[in-house]
């Protein structure tokens, strides 16, 4: 059905970190997001397909991430943009790895902005054939206040787009945590 | 990465009929669903899904189908039935033969009503990993006057849901029709 020099299926899939305090670790919506994505297309079929990791960096709105650190100097922020991108290459280094495990071929970038409006506009850059994004599965009511990625994107992104609800047994105390 | 007993994917296909006059196959949306699929998601592993085709037909609020027809009797109303039916199996058995031609176990099946409600209410009862449903891409304004089944599937549907839409060269005179 397919020759050995047909593209591989490149399929985006948007990471981010868990936002739960003192889990320095990948979204459980992000894992979600990756584990289907191995399970249930790539299966045993690794070399069919290149996984694409965007993960976008939210620059915060007055620079103070951490409240209970004192930024004193521009050094200080220098040092807080480092933390922030070496976090950022930590979670992706992580997604990476586990696919060099597997055997599927993948590559990993980061972008600061807006998560939806990069998502999109990258998804129009590397024209991906399927976007996978996570999604805590939130209710109507916490909807309004949190807003979606993942709705968005399935409206505005220029490729196919699948969206993985968090399974109910893995929603945190505070569902909006994720 | 999966053992020779691990479950297939089970992607189900949601399938209708063209509506363009006298054309009598599977609607352009379909074909591109369905084309998808094998391309960029079964490609050289068959053995790793299956596919589920549902196709719904949709009873016509008055029982007029074809405006050319005359219909008199409760044996015309039989009659008229059977010819949807057949219609339909015969849409089926076009992608069940082309799944069995690629080597891709399949199975297929007709219900009536509201597509958009059917579908969901399938997807509940056989939940496949995966749905795929097609879609013209209207624009705003056509949208709201012919509502999309996709858009109501990705919100309502109980499985994640990967819409893929007609490319732009596919589109007949009159986008509404598929």
């Known amino acids: 059905m397919e020759g050995a020099e047909s593209e591989a299926t490149r399929i985006m899939i948007a990471v981010n970190e868990s936002s739960i305090k003192g889990y320095p670790h990948a979204s459980i919506s992000s894992h979600g997001a990756f584990d289907w994505t191995l399970r249930k297309i790539v299966r045993s079929n690794p070399s069919g397909f290149k996984l694409l990791f965007l993960h976008v960096q939210v620059p915060d709105e007055d620079g103070f991430d951490d409240m209970d650190s004192i930024y004193a100097s521009p050094e200080d922020f220098r040092d807080m943009k ?12 992580y997604f990476v790895g586990r696919s060099h ?18 998502i999109c506009h990258e998804v ?12 805590r599965g939130l209710g109507p009511f916490q909807r309004v206040f949190v807003g979606t990625v993942s709705e968005f994107c399935v409206k505005h992104a220029d490729c196919p787009v699948v969206t993985i609800k968090r399974k109910e047994d893995e929603t945190p105390s505070d569902p909006v945590d994720d």
């Open 82 to 93: 480092h933390r922030d991108k070496s976090r950022g290459l930590h979670l992706l280094e």
């Open 101 to 118: 495990e597997i055997g599927v071929p993948s590559e990993a970038w980061i972008k600061r902005g807006d998560p939806k409006e990069v």
């Open 124 to 135: 129009k850059r590397v024209q991906p054939d399927l976007l996978v994004v996570g999604s």
